[in-house]
């Protein structure tokens, strides 16, 4: 997320509310506390007993104003309960650097400061657990003449579907991550997803390094699939992206990360994400189209990336305007050749949350409303953590979206389509990676229905459930 830099100082110090009520046992120091090189003073047990109390954030911008404090650091104890842990975020307007920790563990860092507030989710894999949870916030004052730390922690509640014990048996052997689902114009169905050898899958020192491209699977019933191969590859159908480079700190590095076969426009396309960086694209999403699903490809914008970025996704709406979409959200409108964007990303937000999940979006239209769904990490009730597709509904493209809910359990990063029947299905492939079937399709049948708020819902239709054809 870019922060802007402050224009101007100026203050409107906002009391933060949990919930409706305003946020217990917030404590500050203006001089650097003990281990505050080390950062222990941002861990649980770490004692700030003589700390002052502040009964919110309001009182401390005033203070930091008043004292012309250049840096500051913040312990925050809230008691998070299975409905609002998931959903718990800070807003934040400040002049300077901020760090923000959960639980000791370092969950954002701002370099610059921000002139409106912005919002920081404490960010993938969730820190915080049920009950007690240690917030802590070092703020260092950089632009203008007086300092500005407003503070405004939110925290809203969530749904959950129901706990389920079984799902549906696996629909293919092949190890995939990220599965979607293409119904094509010949009745059958093409499935691709982020695939590779185990060395590419599985932990371990080549793990996300290196693969070959993208493959396809093809089904007519849902249940029985034949692979058409590797579709596209690097070496026979690569351009801007041919080059090996860097993942992380390790390379060589040359891979697909959730690809996306489609069809739109009486022609199928594959959107995808590509693994490394090079001097010319910092990761970097591709866009190709071909007659059939076994190719040949052309490349719609050969010399260099569509944009930069991951987890990519196409959305055609009923005017047969065409987007591709991000991230957990980000949203540009494709050139009606589909060789470039013509609008600059925008981000869409839930109602309750910044985004409707962090990676992995999929749109798509029923009922004559938008479903906007991405994966989150979410606590739930058991106390266990799980890798989920959230969803938030809008009558507009752009929104306003609804209140996030999770629609579906261990389904994160998934896709969503109607089957020839007319009915909604699911992928799934998450499921724990202690489960067998952990990186393993299977299908599950969706039902839309009334969420409490009075807006649509997503949910399964009945986890454990045959999908159609079995």
Known sequence: MKIPVLAAA???????????????????????PDGGEDSFWA?????????????????????????????????????????????????????????????????VVATEAASDFMDYPSGRRRPESIGRNVYAIHFQHKEGAEPVLDIEWRSAPWTAPPAESRFPDPV??????????????DGAYYLTGTTGDEAFLKPGPDAWLRGPGIQVFKSTDLRHWK??????TFERDGTWNKEFGTFGER??????????????????????SVNHTTPKHRFGIGLACAERPEGPWREMSPDHPLTEGFDPSLFEDDDGKVYLLKHGGEISELSADMTRLVSPARQLTAENFPSVGYEGVCLFKSQGKYFLTAAEWNVHEDGTQSYDSMVAVSTNLFGPYGPRQC???????????????????????????????????????????????GQSALMPAGLGEAPPGR
């Not at 293919?172 to 114009?185: F, S, W, Y």
């Not at 692979?227 to 596209?232: D, F, R």
Request: with cysteine; glycine share 8%; aromatic share 12%.
């Open 227 to 232: 692979s058409l191969g590797w579709v596209w």
């Open 172 to 185: 293919l052997p092949d190890a995939i991550r990220d599965a979607q689902v293409c119904p094509g114009p």
């Open 251 to 272: 390379g060589p590095a040359r891979g697909i990360f959730a690809p996306e076969i489609h069809y739109l426009k009486g022609k199928f396309w594959l959107v995808y």
């Open 407 to 453: 629609a579906l359990r261990y389904g994160g990063h998934n896709g969503y389509f109607h089957d020839a029947n007319g009915n909604l299905q699911a992928t799934i492939w998450c499921y724990p990676d202690h489960d067998p079937h952990w990186q393993k399709t299977s299908i599950v049948p969706m039902r839309i229905g009334p969420h409490t708020s």
């Open 43 to 107: 861990w649980p047990n770490h004692g700030d007993s003589a700390w002052k109390r502040a009964e919110s954030f309001r009182e401390i911008g005033a203070a930091i104003r008043n004292a012309r404090s250049t840096e500051a650091w913040i312990r925050m104890e809230a008691d998070l309960t299975a409905a609002s842990v998931n959903n718990s975020y800070f807003r934040i307007r400040h002049s300077g650097p901020v760090e923000v920790y959960v639980n000791g563990l370092k969950r």
């Open 10 to 32: 100026f203050a409107l110090i906002v009391p933060a509310f949990v919930n409706g009520s305003p946020t217990p046992a917030i404590r500050y120091v203006l001089t650097q």
